[in-house]
Structures are given as C-alpha cells and as structure tokens.
C-alpha cells in the first residue's frame, strides 16, 4: 500500500483500510474475537515493537487506535482554535512513546470490547468527517500549518488512519493464525 500523498488518496486509503480491519473482525467466530492473544513465545522474543506483549487482545487493539484517533482530534481542534499544542502530549516525545501507549492500554482495561468496537466506529468517522474538512493544499503542503512543523498534515492523518489500521491488521491476523495452529 503506497503511502497517501494527496487528500483523495487518504480518504480512500483510510476507509480501504478501516473496512478491511471490519472484513477481518466479521470473519471471525465470536471464540476468537474474545482470545487473548497467544503469539508463539519464539515470535515474540524476536519483536522489537513492545505492542506485540503489550495488546493481550483485540478490544485493547480496538482501544489503541480510538486513542490515536483522539490524539489527531484533540491536536487539530486545539491548534486550530489557537491553542499550540504538539501532536504528543507532554512528557512524551516519539522517542518516549511507547509510555504513552502503555496508558492507553491501562485506561481501557475495564472497557468491554463491544464498547471498544462502537468507539473505534464512532471515532473513525469524526476524525473522516475532520479530513474532508481541510483542502488537498492544506493536508500535503510541508509546513501549510505552523503547528504541524515539517511534516504536512496529511501525514500525521495518514499515520493515525490506513497505517495504524494496517498496524491492527496484521496483528489480528496473526492472532487468527495463532488461534488456528
């Protein structure tokens, strides 16, 4: 999957993506959505990305990405009402992120995983709602917006949408397989 460059490409590539995560859950039997994950112990020992122990299953897959959505949201809103405000919120930097992460999935250990899914779903359509809100020149022009620094807008947008989606696909399918064998 290429990475978005212009705004009709990101709508697309962000409702690809967020379809094919449903396509997947929908594929499921109900016994598989409620597993916790059991990634092969050998696997995990060769991850560098802490999300691999860190998701035991898919509502806190589910929570992650509403926790990103609500980051793009919370960014875009403050900084275009006049609050600057980084995309991260202090302390944390991209360096320190994995932290951030680690409260998310705190936050949401009592959320049930239909709750997750309906706010993932909800989440998933304001944040699509706020890119249409903005001109292809706003989203992929480097620096449009001071509060993006030198990434464009459209790239933070692409990161928490298609990618991030892309993210919990590839996780979940590996769950799949792992439930299988």
């Known amino acids: 999957m290429a990475r978005a460059a212009t705004k009709t490409d990101l ?18 039997p109900d016994d598989v959505k409620q597993a916790t994950f059991n990634f092969d112990s050998e696997f995990i020992q060769k991850q560098t990305q802490v999300h691999w122990t860190r998701d035991k299953n898919i509502r806190d ?14 960014w875009i809103e403050s900084n275009q009402n006049g ?18 992460n680690d409260e998310f999935w705190e936050k949401h250990q009592k959320t049930s995983l239909d709750t997750a899914q309906k706010m993932l779903k909800e989440s998933h359509e304001v944040v ?12 992929f ?5 001071s509060w ?6 459209g790239s933070y947008c692409v990161s928490a949408t298609a ?4 993210w919990a696909i590839k996780k979940l399918k590996k ?4 439930v299988k064998s």
């Open 83 to 100: 609050v600057t405000q980084s995309f991260l919120p202090a302390p944390y930097t991209f360096q320190t992120i994995a932290g951030m």
């Open 141 to 145: 022009t480097k620096k449009f917006f």
């Open 175 to 178: 769950h799949v397989k792992s």
């Open 11 to 28: 709508i697309t590539s962000a409702n690809e993506q967020f379809e094919k995560l449903w396509d997947l859950i929908d594929s499921m």
């Open 61 to 74: 897959a589910f929570a992650h990405l509403y926790e990103w959505d609500q980051l793009l949201l919370t």
């Open 128 to 139: 699509m709602k706020t890119i249409e809100t903005f001109s292809n020149e706003e989203l």
């Open 163 to 166: 990618s991030h989606y892309d």
């Open 148 to 153: 993006t620094g030198t990434t464009t807008l």
